[in-house]
């Protein structure tokens, strides 16, 4: 719906569109020519009156002396499908308008304002034309505001820092915002709703941070390259979309997908896509078993693929992850990362012997490209690189990104800047015309683009359990939910069940890396611990891991609270099954469980939960294991110990 609530005539005009559901209203302001939005719900304001515009290098800021040629509205309602993911089925549904606006006086550029209101959140994003004198910028700034209550609460992580987004997530009010911090930014409002600010189709721009300016509005900072400008691009150009989630409920949140539905759907057939789960020759480096360089202990040799590949075989498992089988890992290999080869084997291993060996055994090699940011020794070898896994049948790539800073062009800079973007783009389409798939780790951060991509199954862009050992709370996993994983999945490395190792002591129960599997979603999925654990002490645990799919029908998000709790449940897209997660941080508590949301039918249920004396740092073993018949009519009754969690599957019978 679509709403004149006034008109003043020249640079002065009001206009309201409405969401579908007509809960949701944003308000579009032109006054003294200078433009504004803000946002209702239930006619209350969930982000106030916000400015818009941008800073041009060399040209008159593109901000202010504007009129309103014209609006264009419409209506659209649709149901697309995806490859792969947490839904297959997701819903576009919006009331969009678009404004086109004109300078009154000279140079008269021009420009267009699309928004789209959905039941669940607001989009927009800027459109610039070409047009005579005005074909070519750089940017000197964004000027978004997301004009949020200063007292509202905000569950941030820095931005600029050495480690990228692997940051433990701190809660504080907005007003406390005074240095930058990443995307999605979750907010609950004074008004008790839930926001996360995020952007989605984020292609040849710099990705958007937020801090609090001199007037205590949030407001975009667009991640400079090392000239100081935000982005150079050519007309005509779009920005990616500045998104607004909005729900009544931290868990509520959880259930929204616009960033896909913001972006394209695919241009080509990658019908060849498939999720996967596996292992991999990397946690044994960890805690110091092997190492990533050649030597005594070197980890990726081809007897060790080998034994790995077999243990693969006997797990039931479909893929095998390989680190350090290269040249460039010795020495300092995060200084020296300029001297890796892609195409070169360390002597003593044989990336074709051994992925003759995994094709002959059925098994996926995933192959390992670390990068460490230095993309000018990367980008030079990228087509032979692709082009060697391609002869040899991978069909899989983890990328790394670990250094602090990029080397593009014999410069530092972010890798969440304009070239770090266009950089991992460039990746995700050449792997695509290979038919390779990938999981990219010190990644730019999601937007959505898995929909137009199909082959980009994962990404990192958090703290994951490599950071176990003391760097991560319990804690960490219930703040995920409700701000990273709003980005799309990740890739956690869970399964870890040789929690008490004293290298890399785990601060988790045994259920709780169950619950992972189901909690934390990934295209592709890594069993995460050494083969012999799984074959020798856990295999009863390592089966429920293998039987969790990588591709489902639906998410359904059950209960939690942000940095507390969290409870989903998962459809498998090829059965009937249905598979429960659910994890706590420091504190036990106990769950009366609704299984409303399956069908009238009766489950067979297998369930690993916490024992009643569990507890993440002296009794992380203690694992109840039970069978049990449910139907949609009963509830379940589980405890969650301190740092635990508990993991169901449900068979229809």
């Known amino acids: 719906m679509f709403k004149w609530a006034n008109w003043f005539g020249g640079n002065e005009a009001e206009k309201e569109i409405f969401s579908p559901n007509k809960k949701i209203k944003c308000r579009f302001i032109l006054r003294s020519g200078k433009i504004f939005y803000m946002i209702k719900k239930n006619d209350e304001i969930v982000v106030n009156e916000s400015g818009l515009g941008f800073l041009i290098c060399g040209e008159n800021p593109l901000k202010d002396n504007f009129y309103l040629i014209r609006t264009q509205t419409k209506t659209h309602k649709e149901t697309f499908e995806m490859l792969w993911g947490e839904d297959r089925f997701i819903k576009n549904n919006y ?10 006086k000279e140079p008269r550029r021009i420009f267009t304002l699309r928004f789209r209101i959905f039941d669940d959140g607001v989009a927009f994003r800027y459109e610039i034309p070409a047009q005579p004198k005005f074909r070519q910028i750089s940017i000197k700034d964004e000027l978004t505001e997301f004009n949020i209550n200063n007292d509202s609460l905000a569950w941030k992580i820095p931005a600029y820092q050495p480690d990228r987004y692997e940051y433990n997530y701190e809660k504080c009010q907005v007003k406390d915002l005074r240095s930058f911090v990443h995307t999605p930014l979750t907010l609950k409002t004074e008004n008790g709703y839930y926001l996360a600010i995020h952007e989605a189709a984020l292609y040849n721009y710099g990705s958007m941070t937020l801090k609090l300016n ?16 935000r982005a150079h691009v050519e007309l005509p150009f779009e920005t990616p979309w500045r998104l607004i989630m909005i729900g009544d409920s931290a868990i509520e949140l959880t259930k929204n997908r616009l960033i896909y539905a913001l972006n394209d759907p695919p241009k080509e057939n990658f019908s060849w896509v498939k999720t996967i789960k596996f292992i991999g020759i990397w946690w044994a480096m960890y805690v110091g078993e092997w190492t990533w360089a050649p030597g005594e202990r070197h980890g990726a040799t081809t007897e060790h693929a080998k034994e790995y590949i077999d243990s693969a075989v006997r797990l039931g498992i479909s893929g095998l ?11 300092d290999w995060l200084e020296n990362g300029i001297n890796n080869s892609f195409t070169i084997s360390t002597p003593d291993f044989d990336l074709e012997e051994v992925t003759r060996y995994a094709r002959r055994n059925k098994i996926e090699i995933i192959g390992h490209h670390e990068t460490v940011g230095f993309i000018d020794n990367y980008e030079r070898q990228l087509e032979s690189a692709y082009d060697y896994y391609a002869r040899n049948g991978i069909h899989y790539i983890k990328t790394g990104y670990a250094g602090s800073m990029m080397l593009i062009n014999g410069r530092r800079e972010y890798h969440h800047s304009q070239l770090g973007v266009n950089h991992y783009q460039k990746t995700v389409e050449l792997a695509s015309k290979k038919h390779i798939c990938l999981d990219i780790h010190e990644p730019i951060k999601g937007t959505g683009i898995e929909r137009t991509w199909p082959n980009l199954l994962s990404r990192e862009g958090a703290r994951g359990q490599e950071y176990e050992g003391g760097a991560l709370s319990p804690s960490h996993a219930c703040f995920l939910p409700y701000t990273r994983l709003l980005s799309g999945g990740m890739d956690y490395t869970s399964g870890i069940f040789d929690l008490a190792n004293n290298v890399k002591r785990i601060a988790t129960t045994l259920a709780r890396q169950l619950a992972y599997f189901i909690t934390i979603y990934s295209g592709m999925s890594m069993a995460s611990d050494r083969p012999f654990i799984y074959e020798e002490q856990f295999r009863t645990e390592f089966n429920f891991i293998k039987s969790v799919p990588t591709n489902f029908e639906k998410t359904v998000p059950l209960a939690g609270e942000i940095g507390e709790y969290y409870i989903v449940a998962r459809k498998d897209r090829d059965s009937e099954d249905w598979y429960l997660g659910g994890v706590t941080n420091e504190d036990s508590r106990r769950i009366n469980l609704s299984l409303d949301f399956l069908d009238n039918e009766e489950y ?19 694992i109840v294991h039970e069978k049990t018949k449910l139907k949609k009519s009963d509830s379940l009754n589980l405890y969650l ?13």
Do not use: C, M
């Open 604 to 622: 067979e249920a297998e369930i690993f939960s916490d024992g009643k004396n569990s507890h993440y740092r002296d009794n992380q073993f203690e």
């Open 321 to 331: 992850l390989i680190e350090g089988w290269n040249e460039g890992w010795e020495g």
């Open 95 to 104: 009331e969009e308008a678009v404004f086109y606006l004109s300078e009154k």
């Open 641 to 653: 110990a301190p740092g635990g969690g508990f993991a169901i599957h449900l068979k229809k019978l």
């Open 214 to 229: 001199e007037d205590g509005k949030l407001k975009s900072d667009i991640t400079p390259l090392s000239d100081g400008t």
